[in-house]
């Protein structure tokens, strides 16, 4: 079944770490999305992608970083420059019209101890 | 430039009817509608673009008044399935940039 599959569910990391979440989809869509949701709020854009090589900064960019290599995988990675990294990340990708339905992967949660 | 929902939170008894609203100081093209359950991934309900359609999905549907930059959610006869929190995310014309509204959370109750 094609989706949107998030790696890992939940992280822990101690502070000053670097962490890795990894977002791949089989839906064969150009255009990737990070969100970040903290408890209580909506989701807040990270970064964006509407092709392969090409990535747009979000409205809360600032500590993150992210690559588009291949057309399926869309990594966020969390620096240590990222003062409250602790949420719940999604990742969402979208098909060909740009104003089309987001398919959501199922989140990872990050903890910083 | 993130659209403002209202209400925050409703708290609904199962039968009983709920409006959501989602307005934007910018023009919008479109305007997608999630239900979010807790912990896990939202789900998409809906969309309507530009020109004031309205849409149905059983017994919940939407409206877009393009005019007034506003979308409405109805639940009518609510189920406690619709219990969660309802997210309106809204695009400008050729953006690609989904924003998203804070939310309403929505419980309803036997």
């Known amino acids: 079944d094609g989706g949107i599959t998030q790696s890992p569910k939940y992280l822990f990391r101690k502070e000053g770490q670097n962490v890795t979440l990894s977002c791949e989809q089989n839906?064969?869509?150009?255009?990737m999305y990070w969100y970040r949701q903290d408890p209580g709020q909506g989701l807040r854009l990270i970064y964006y992608?509407?092709?392969?090589?090409?990535?747009q900064k979000g409205d809360i960019a600032e500590g993150y970083s992210v690559s588009r290599e291949k057309k399926e995988s869309f990594p966020l990675t969390v620096t240590s420059a990222q003062k409250n990294p602790t949420a719940f990340y999604l990742c969402?990708?979208?098909?060909?019209?740009?104003?089309?339905?987001?398919?959501f992967g199922e989140g990872s949660r990050l903890t910083v101890l | 430039q993130q659209p403002v929902q209202s209400p925050q939170a409703v708290i609904l008894r199962e039968g009983e009817d709920a409006v959501i609203n989602c307005s934007s100081s910018?023009?919008?093209?479109?305007v997608h509608w999630y239900r979010q359950k807790h912990g896990e991934a939202p789900v998409f309900l809906m969309i309507?673009?530009?020109?004031?359609e309205q849409k149905g999905h059983e017994k919940i549907s939407a409206s877009f008044n393009e005019k007034k930059q506003q979308s409405s959610l109805y639940l009518t006869a609510s189920q406690l399935s619709y219990s969660g929190t309802y997210f309106c995310?809204?695009?400008?014309?050729?953006?690609?940039?989904?924003?998203f509204g804070a939310g309403t959370r929505l419980f309803v109750k036997a």
């Open positions: 969402a990708s979208r098909g060909t019209s740009w104003w089309g339905e987001l398919f």
């Open positions: 839906l064969n869509h150009d255009a």
């Open positions: 992608s509407q092709i392969v090589n090409d990535f």
């Open positions: 910018k023009a919008l093209y479109s």
């Open positions: 309507l673009l530009k020109g004031g």
């Open positions: 995310g809204t695009e400008n014309v050729g953006g690609f940039k989904t924003i």
